[in-house]
C-alpha cells in the first residue's frame, strides 16, 4: 500500500484527511503535515524528513500550492528519490483519487481530479435540455433474459454521493448505477444532480420500481455490472413484490430523525421499517450493514433483532 503525505500551509491537510475519511473510512497509510503560522521552511522540513523515515515502500506527497514552501520543501529534499512521488492542488477530489488510484502515476490522478471541478449550473442546464431516451420495446433483449449480473443492491438515501460515486463504484468495478426510487426518477432536478455526481466512467439509470424491474427482467443491459441503489428499504421490498430478484442487499445509511431506532452509527430505522426489512429477509434475501469496502459487513439482521431484545 502505497503511503499517502498531505502538505500545506495551516490546517488544510488535516481537514481534507478528515473529509476524506468521512467518504473512504479510516486510511491507516494517509498523514499529514503543516505549516503553522509561526513556522518556516526549516521546521517544515525536519517535520517531513522524521515522517518520511517511519515509511517504507513508496510514497506520493500532495502538497497544496505550487510555489509554496510545503511543495518547494517536498521537491528539494526528495526530488532524486525515485520511491517518492510529489503533486500539487491539494483538494478532496485529488486526495480520493490518489487513495483509490493505485498504481496511478500523479498524472493520471490529477486528469481524474479535474473532471470533478464543474460549473454546476452550466452542467445543470446541459442535462436538464438532454432529451431522456425511453424505450418500451424490451422484447430485443430475450437473449439476455433472466442474465442480469448485479453486483450489489443497496440502501443508502442519499443515493449518489462519494462512498457510492468514488469508493463503492471502483471497487465493484460498475459498469452501471441505477437509482431505483419512484420519485427521484420522476423529478428533473433530482435525475439532473445526479447524472452530474455519478462518474462518467459509468452509465446511469434513474428509474422507477416498476422500470427497474422490467428493464432487468428483459436484461435490457445484457451483462453490464449493475450496481442498484435504493433510497428506502420500502423500496427494496417493492422492487421484489413486483418480480425483481436479488440475493443481497447492504445497508449503508439512514439518518437520525426523532424516534427512530439506532441499529448503527449510520443507521436508524422505524418500526415500519423494521417490519419492511424482515419481509425483506423472509424474502431470502441476505441483508447485511456495510458503510465503505474498507470496514468488514455485519449482519443486519441479527444487529436488527439484538436490538429488538
Known amino acids: 500500500m502505497k503511503n499517502i503525505v498531505l502538505v500545506s500551509h495551516g490546517l488544510l491537510a488535516e481537514g481534507v484527511k478528515s473529509s476524506l475519511e468521512m467518504i473512504a473510512g479510516k486510511q491507516p497509510n494517509l498523514h499529514t503535515i503543516s505549516l503553522t503560522p509561526d513556522g518556516d521552511n526549516l521546521q517544515f522540513g525536519e517535520e517531513l524528513e522524521e515522517k518520511m523515515k517511519t515509511f517504507a515502500g513508496k510514497t506520493i506527497i500532495i502538497a497544496d500550492l505550487l510555489g509554496g514552501t510545503p511543495a518547494n520543501v517536498s521537491l528539494q529534499k526528495y526530488m532524486d528519490n525515485p520511491d517518492v512521488e510529489i503533486m500539487s492542488g491539494l483538494s478532496l477530489p485529488v486526495a480520493l483519487e490518489c487513495v483509490l488510484g493505485g498504481d496511478r502515476t500523479p498524472t493520471a490522478i490529477l486528469a481524474s481530479a479535474k473532471e470533478t471541478m464543474v460549473d454546476l449550473k452550466a452542467s445543470a442546464e446541459e442535462v436538464i435540455q438532454a432529451p431522456d431516451v425511453l424505450e418500451n420495446n424490451l422484447s430485443q433483449y430475450e437473449a439476455f433474459a433472466g442474465q442480469a449480473n448485479i453486483v450489489n443492491a443497496r440502501i443508502d438515501e442519499r443515493l449518489i454521493h462519494g462512498q457510492v460515486a468514488g469508493i463503492w463504484s471502483s471497487t465493484l468495478k460498475t459498469q452501471r448505477l441505477m437509482v431505483i426510487n419512484d420519485a427521484a426518477a420522476e423529478n428533473t432536478l433530482q435525475k439532473t444532480s445526479l447524472r452530474m455526481a455519478a462518474p462518467k466512467s459509468m452509465r446511469l439509470s434513474v428509474l422507477t420500481v416498476q422500470d427497474a424491474v422490467n428493464n432487468i427482467n428483459a436484461g435490457k443491459y445484457g451483462k453490464q455490472r449493475l450496481f442498484l441503489i435504493f433510497k428506502k428499504p420500502s423500496d427494496v421490498l417493492k422492487f421484489i413484490e413486483l418480480g425483481g430478484k436479488l440475493e443481497h442487499v447492504t445497508v449503508g445509511n439512514m ?21 419492511i426489512f424482515a419481509a425483506i429477509s423472509n424474502s431470502g434475501v441476505n441483508i447485511t450493514a456495510q458503510l465503505v469496502p474498507s470496514e468488514p459487513a455485519t449482519d443486519f439482521m441479527k444487529k436488527l433483532t439484538n436490538k429488538e431484545k
Not at 260 to 273: M, V
Open 255 to 275: 439518518s437520525f430523525e426523532t424516534g427512530n431506532r439506532e441499529i448503527t452509527k449510520n443507521i436508524y430505522i422505524t418500526e415500519e421499517e423494521a417490519h
